[in-house]
C-alpha cells in the first residue's frame, strides 16, 4: 500500500495531482492523507487521479511539520504503508524528514522520476549538474517527488472521502500572520518563469518584465546579484544558492548565464535567452538565443505574445 | 541564548562535477571544498549576530574527518566560539543527523540552525530529521529570526508567501536567503581561529537508511536556434508550434 500526503488547505495543487498519479504508478492502491479545509467533493476528485481513498483531518491546520509527522505515522500504520509519498516542497522538506526518522524509513528527497526496475530512483544532486539513484536500505521508504518532474493522469473515478482525528496531537507552532502578495504564481510550481539579471540595470526597468510575465500567466524570476542589491524580492533568488526550478519554459533577460545560476535553471525543459553579448555563457544552456537589447527586444515580445494569445480564443 | 549551528562541507560552487569508480562515486579530484553557503551565510551569521545582541555561545558542528577541519577553521574564523567534529565519513542526512542530535541531546542548546539544504545533494533533510530525533520543533526554510526570552518569532516560506510564527525554545530551524548576509572573515577572525576550541568525539553506530547507487550527467542541450531580434512573432511561433510549451 502506498499512502500519499498532499496539503489541500488552499484547494488541489497540481503538484498535489503529481503525487497521487505517481503513487498510482507504484502501487494499486493508493490512500490519501491530507489536512485542511478543502470540501469533501473536491478530494473526492483525487480518485480520478488514483486515489482508492481520502482522509482528512480538519482539525489540522498543517503549520507544525511534528503535528503532520505524528499524523501521517499513524495513518501508515492503519493503513500498512510501505512507502509514503510527499511533494518536495516546502511541506515535503518540512515533514518527510521528521517522518524518515519516526518510521525508520529510508528518505529519497527530490525524486524526478519513478523507481527503476532496481527500486532506485533519480534525484538531482549538485544543485541539477548531475543525477544520482537513490536506493533506501530500509522495509519502508518515504520519496518526495520534485514538483513538475510527472504529468498528473485521470485513470479511475471519484473516490470515498473519510474524516480522521485525535492523531496529531498539539501544534507547538503559533501562526501570526500570512503574507501573500496577490495574484502571483509561486515560483517552484510555476510552468512559465520570465527572469531578469543585472543586464536591466535598475529596478524601474522591471515593468516590462513584469508585462511579458502577465502576458504568458509566467512567475518572475531574477539572478542573484539583482536579489543582494535589493531590485527584487529575495524568493526570486534562482540558482545553486536560490530556488531551483524546472518549468517548461524559463525566458532569461540580460544574465550572463554564470554556473551557479545555470545549476537552479537547467532542469527546465525549454530555456530562451535575451542577451546583448553574442559571448554570454548563457547562449550554450539555450534552446532559443536572441543577441539583443532588453529594452527594444521585450517589448516585441510582449506584443507578439498579445497577438498569438488573440488568435487563441 | 546557547545556539548550535550545524555544518557540512560542499564543493566550491565552480567546482566541476565528475563521478569515479564506474560513476558510483563523486570525483574529489581537484575539488575545493567550502562551507556549504546555506550554513555559513545564513544560519551561522544569524546566530553570530543573535550572540551579539543578546549574548550566549555559538557552537559549530560538523560530521566529518579530519580533511573537514579546514572548514571548520573557516566557520570559527567568521566567529564561532567552538567546534565540535563527530569523527566519520558522512553518509546518508539520516546518519548525519542520527550523530548530530545524539551528541546535541545532552547539552541543552536552546536553537539548533542548519541551512536550508547542502548545494551538493540539496536533500533538505538533516533539520526535520534532528528535530524528530530530539523531539523539539521545526522551522523549515526560515528567511527572518528574532528572540525575545524563549520565544522565537520567525518568518517563513510558504506557496507563495510568508509567514511570520512563534514557537518556543528549544526548537531547530533551517535557514534561508533573508536571515542574514555573508560575512568575511578578517584577518582577527582568522588568527583566534587558530586557537578556539576543537573537540573531536567519535561517532555513534547508526546503520545508513539510504545510499547512491550511481549517478548519470544530464543530456547537454543540442545547440541553439538563433532568432532575429526584430521578429519576435517567430519566437512565439515555435515556442507554441515547435517547442509546445505556450
Ligand atoms: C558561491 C556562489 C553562489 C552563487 N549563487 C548564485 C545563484 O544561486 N544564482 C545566481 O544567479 N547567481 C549566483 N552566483 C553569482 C553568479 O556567479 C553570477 O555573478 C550572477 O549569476 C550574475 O548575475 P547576472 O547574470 O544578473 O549579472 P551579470 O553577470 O552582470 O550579467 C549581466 C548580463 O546582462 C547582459 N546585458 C547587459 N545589458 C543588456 C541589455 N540591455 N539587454 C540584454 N542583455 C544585457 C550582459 O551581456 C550580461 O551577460 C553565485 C556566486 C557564488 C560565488
Excluded at chain 1, 501508515?76 to 510501505?82: L, M, N
Excluded at chain 1, 485525535?166 to 507547538?172: F, N
Excluded at chain 1, 537589447?293 to 480564443?313: I, M
Aim: proline share 4%.
Amino acid at each position: 500500500m502506498v499512502l500519499v500526503y498532499i496539503n489541500s488547505t488552499t484547494g488541489l495543487s497540481k503538484a498535489a495531482l503529481e503525487t497521487v498519479t505517481y503513487g498510482k504508478k507504484l502501487s494499486g492502491g493508493v490512500t490519501v492523507i491530507t489536512n485542511g479545509s478543502a470540501s469533501n467533493e473536491q478530494l473526492a476528485q483525487l480518485g480520478e487521479y488514483g486515489a482508492s481513498k481520502v482522509l482528512v483531518d480538519r482539525s489540522v491546520d498543517g503549520e507544525d511539520p511534528q503535528q503532520l509527522a505524528r499524523l501521517i505515522a499513524a495513518v501508515a500504520d492503519q493503513v500498512a504503508a510501505s512507502t509514503v509519498i510527499f511533494s518536495h516542497d516546502i511541506y515535503g522538506k518540512a515533514v518527510a524528514p521528521r517522518l524518515s526518522v519516526r518510521m525508520n524509513a529510508g528518505l529519497i528527497a527530490g525524486a524526478i522520476a519513478v523507481p527503476e526496475a532496481d527500486g532506485s530512483v533519480k534525484v538531482n544532486v549538485f544543485s541539477g549538474k548531475a543525477v544520482g539513484f537513490v536506493k533506501v536500505a530500509s522495509a519502508k521508504q518515504i520519496i518526495s517527488l520534485l514538483p513538475n518532474s510527472i504529468q498528473p493522469e485521470k485513470t479511475g473515478s471519484a473516490c470515498s472521502v473519510e474524516e480522521t482525528n485525535g492523531l496529531a496531537g498539539t501544534s507547538a507552532i503559533k501562526v501570526l500572520e500570512t503574507k501573500k502578495p496577490e495574484g502571483s504564481i509561486p515560483l517552484p510550481e510555476a510552468e512559465l518563469v520570465v527572469s531578469a539579471g543585472r543586464g536591466l540595470k535598475g529596478p524601474e526597468n522591471w515593468g516590462m518584465i513584469e508585462e511579458l510575465a502577465t502576458a504568458l500567466g509566467a512567475a518572475t524570476a531574477c539572478s542573484r546579484p539583482v536579489a543582494d542589491i535589493g531590485w527584487r524580492p529575495h524568493h526570486e533568488h534562482v540558482g545553486q544558492t536560490g530556488v531551483a526550478i524546472r518549468p517548461n519554459l524559463y525566458i532569461a533577460v540580460g544574465i550572463s548565464g554564470a554556473i551557479q545560476h545555470l545549476a537552479g535553471v537547467n532542469g527546465s525543459k525549454v530555456i530562451v535567452v535575451v542577451n546583448t553579448d553574442k559571448e554570454a555563457p548563457f547562449f550554450k544552456a539555450a534552446d532559443y538565443g536572441v543577441v539583443g537589447d532588453a529594452f527594444e527586444v521585450v517589448p516585441r515580445l510582449v506584443e507578439a505574445v498579445k497577438r498569438f494569445k488573440a488568435t487563441q480564443h | 541564548m546557547n545556539i548550535l549551528v550545524c555544518i557540512s562541507k560542499a564543493p566550491d560552487t565552480t567546482s566541476k562535477i565528475a563521478f569515479t569508480n564506474n560513476s558510483t562515486q563523486f570525483d574529489e579530484n581537484g575539488v575545493q571544498y567550502i562551507v556549504n553557503p546555506y550554513d555559513e551565510w545564513y544560519a551561522l551569521v544569524r546566530a553570530l549576530e543573535l550572540k551579539e545582541t543578546i549574548g550566549g555561545n555559538v557552537t559549530i558542528v560538523t560530521v566529518g574527518t579530519a580533511a573537514d577541519e579546514s572548514i571548520i577553521r573557516k566557520a570559527l574564523a567568521i566567529g564561532a566560539d567552538e567546534a565540535v567534529r563527530i569523527d566519520a565519513d558522512p553518509k546518508d542526512a539520516y546518519f548525519v543527523a542520527m550523530q548530530i542530535s545524539s551528541y546535541a541531546k545532552a547539552k541543552g542548546f536552546d536553537l539548533v540552525m542548519t541551512g536550508k539544504e547542502t548545494i551538493n545533494y540539496n536533500g533538505s533533510q538533516v533539520g526535520g530529521m534532528i528535530a524528530e530525533a530530539m523531539d523539539l520543533p521545526f522551522v523549515s526554510l526560515a528567511t527572518k529570526l528574532d528572540v525575545n526570552g524563549t520565544k522565537l518569532t520567525l518568518e517563513r516560506e510558504i506557496v507563495g508567501g510568508v509567514q511570520v510564527v512563534e514557537v518556543s525554545t528549544p526548537a531547530v530551524v533551517s535557514c534561508a536567503k533573508g536571515m542574514a548576509e555573508q560575512r568575511i572573515p578578517n584577518m582577527r577572525g582568522i588568527m583566534a581561529a587558530r586557537t578556539k576550541p576543537l573537540t573531536v568525539i567519535p561517532a555513534e553506530a547508526v546503520a545508513d537508511l539510504s545510499s547512491y547507487v550511481s549517478y548519470i550527467m544530464p543530456n547537454a542541450k543540442s545547440s541553439v536556434k538563433m532568432i532575429d531580434p526584430s521578429n519576435m512573432d517567430e519566437l512565439v511561433a515555435l515556442l507554441h508550434n515547435e517547442a509546445k510549451v505556450i
